[in-house]
């Protein structure tokens, strides 16, 4: 009999060491194998052998992996745990499809429709530019700081073909779903080489042969996917994309909480590969990290598709001002005026609404005054049971105003809007138009990736969407782009609101003029003046970025701190807070150089299980965080770097 230590991939494992199990036969290190664990069977990942154990060991089921894993996935992972505390099981199981050992193999593959393979355009002069900077750099990490429109995506075709010319694989992340057809499109049209889609959409069984497929494949491939992509079992592996390396989606909101970026730095350094982020807007985090540690920087501003067209038109639209709005209160006369003239050319539109408006709004209408926290300078929330305003960083609580500080008007609002009240509304003004809506509530059948090529063709008039919509999309038929509450995300009581407000406008405002033909963009806002929404209507960057750091400086925000997030759920509210001050107490005894905010109420104060409660933890050294985190009574949720404090 022999013994050998297994990594189990189960939620439901919350231990931090392997555990040890029997095989009559001879297994290698980092084979796959299904494990009894707790009445169930499931994967775990062989990492060595084990003496024989003092208690009767369960016998491994059987061997589903005949190639091990690299050696860089066990490296990962090992690494992750210690970076991103977390149960061993749920760390396991970001490497090894759930239900592999439950799936019978297809023996026949379905291929991913192929475009007819054409050659690439021709490298534009500022393309051939950075190319010549990145490959003549010793650095293998580049921030692409490239503007909207200028053709990133033709830079990382031409890096992934020297890859793939010398053997090695190409992974390429996207943070939705929703934009990997465009991305699938560019590559299979590009090379003869095998592309493989590896995502959550997909069946249970496409994943399992997906993710087979990557390990035993003896050819270089390109894996294209969303963050989960990261801990595919891929070998050889010398290019990793992150393509709109901003986006927070690139959190994982749930345990491990690990950031996308990171770990593919991380990946990157284990396979000596080189590490491309792409942005158009760089987080500010991201691109101080980079001036700080001398990450080459390399900027594109020129549109790739060279036209005679004039520059996008941005419009901006006081929402306060009624004159503006005489046909309905939701969408201004020069959206409506504009969406018409492009449905009788033959144009596309897009009607784009942040998903998170159901947040409330405390806005003046008359002046455009928003309540903000004395203590943070974040917006406070409106609480209609208690008819409050309150701060969800620091806990800074008043009565919602009756009159507006600041000009004494009575007109103060507290509302939201909606994608499908928004559909309702174009139905009945333009009953001809194709409109259809994209956002999280849409069922599989509806979302964009099931629509691309009829989007892409023109069979859709006008785009009603969220965040999905705002970024990396390339339709030549697009020319007007519509914004309903550019405030929206302002409103949120979180220090990267205005950060997350600026690339969402300049994200969508780069959908259009892309060089297909003239773009016009909309924009409407309660606060004109704003200099979020003017720096994103001029593409002023640099002036912006300067700003957000000075203010992230003064409140000691990343990137000048660590953050770490702690939430309870209580059965009261008085219950949730006093767990949290006796969580202080104990914080303050482990005498670490720290500072503790709160206790507040979370964003989502209220769910089936209770009331939950949050403290947010800043420190310098990050090391300090992780020991809280290890530290924690049972009954606390963490996350470390959190992608916002909501």
Known sequence: MRYYKVLVSSQRFHGSEPLIYSSLEP???????????????????????????????????RQLTDEPLPPQSLALLKWLQAYYPAPLGSITAQFIPRTLGQIARQTTKKALPRPKTKALPPLTREQSSALKQINGLASKTVLLHGETGSGKTRVYLELAKHQLAIGHSVLVLTPEISLTPQLVDSFTGAFHQQVVLLHSNLTEAMRR??????????????????????????????????????????KQEQAPYYQALRVASKLAALHSAQLIMGSATPSVVDYYIAKAKSIPVVRMQELAVKSNSPPTKVTVVASYDKAAFSQHHQLSDVLLTELGQTLEKGNQALIFLNRRGTARLVVCQQCGWQALCPNCELPLTYHGDTHS??????????????????????????????????????????????????????????RFEQHYERVLSGNVDILVGTQLLAKGLDLPRLSLVGVVAADTSLSFPDYIAEERTYQLLSQIIGRVGRGHQAGQAIIQTYNPDSPVITGAVKKDWESFYNQQLAERQQFMFPPFCYLLKLTCTRKTQKSAEETCFKLIEQIRELGLPIQVIGPAPSFYEKSAKGYSWQLVVKAKNRQHLVDIAKSLPSGWSYDLDPANLL
Do not use: M
């Not at 050819?219 to 992150?242: E, N, Q, T, W």
């Not at 600041?406 to 509304?425: E, M, P, Q, R």
């Open 27 to 61: 297994l290698k290190a980092r084979v796959v194998v299904s494990v009894p664990l707790q009445g169930q069977i499931v994967p775990g990942i062989v990492i060595g052998t084990a003496s024989k154990p003092s208690f009767q060991a369960k016998n491994i089921v």
């Open 209 to 250: 042969n997906a993710w087979l497929s990557i390990l035993e494949s003896t050819k270089p491939l390109v894996i294209i996917g969303p963050r989960s992509a990261l801990f595919a079992p891929i070998h050889k592996l010398g290019l990793i994309v992150v393509d709109e390396a901003h986006e927070t989606a690139y």
């Open 389 to 446: 305003i309150r701060c969800h960083t620091c806990g800074h609580a008043d009565k919602a105003p009756v009159h507006c500080p600041n000009c004494g008007s009575t007109k103060i609002i507290y509302k939201s809007l909606g994608t499908k009240s928004i559909v309702d509304t174009l139905v009945r003004l333009f009953p001809k138009a194709r409109i259809q809506r994209f956002d999280t509530d849409n069922k599989k059948e509806e």
